[in-house]
Nanobody
Framework: QVQLVESGGGLVQPGGSLRLSCVAS????????MGWYRQAPGQQRELVAS???????NYADSLKGRFTISRDNAKNTVYLQMNSLKPEDTAVYYC???????????????WGQGTQVTVSS
């Protein structure tokens, strides 16, 4: 069974920083892209950042360079460094990974349970 577990969320004041982590575990042959999404109440889930296994990254333009995604392939872990946080960043942040459980199988997307990030004074 493949699991993605996020951690690092919490309450932070505007202008503060948080670092989220997501660890993939279970029967995993290999992992391709990993990424972060977020969803605020009543809103659509949106892409925050993604990273391929080779290290290329993609970010939502609206974040204006405040967020940085990184990964440690040896640990099956992806991180999201969030700086200069704003109240509108408040959301549940979800980890996503494209994973093959066997060399003969196609890639499948897996999601974590989410971690709450609240930006408030």
């Amino acid at each position: 069974q493949v699991q993605l577990v996020e951690s690092g969320g919490g309450l932070v004041q505007p202008g503060g920083s948080l670092r989220l982590s997501c660890v993939a575990s279970g029967r995993i042959f290999n992992i391709n892209a990993m990424g972060w999404y977020r969803q605020a109440p009543g809103q659509q889930r949106e892409l925050v950042a993604s990273s391929t296994s080779s290290g290329s990254t993609n970010y939502a333009d609206s974040l204006k360079g405040r967020f940085t995604i990184s990964r440690d392939n040896a640990k099956n872990t992806v991180y999201l460094q969030m700086n200069s946080l704003k109240p509108e960043d408040t959301a549940v942040y979800y980890c996503k990974a494209a994973i093959r459980r066997d060399s003969r199988l196609l890639w499948s997307d897996y999601w974590g349970q989410g971690t709450q990030v609240t930006v408030s004074s």
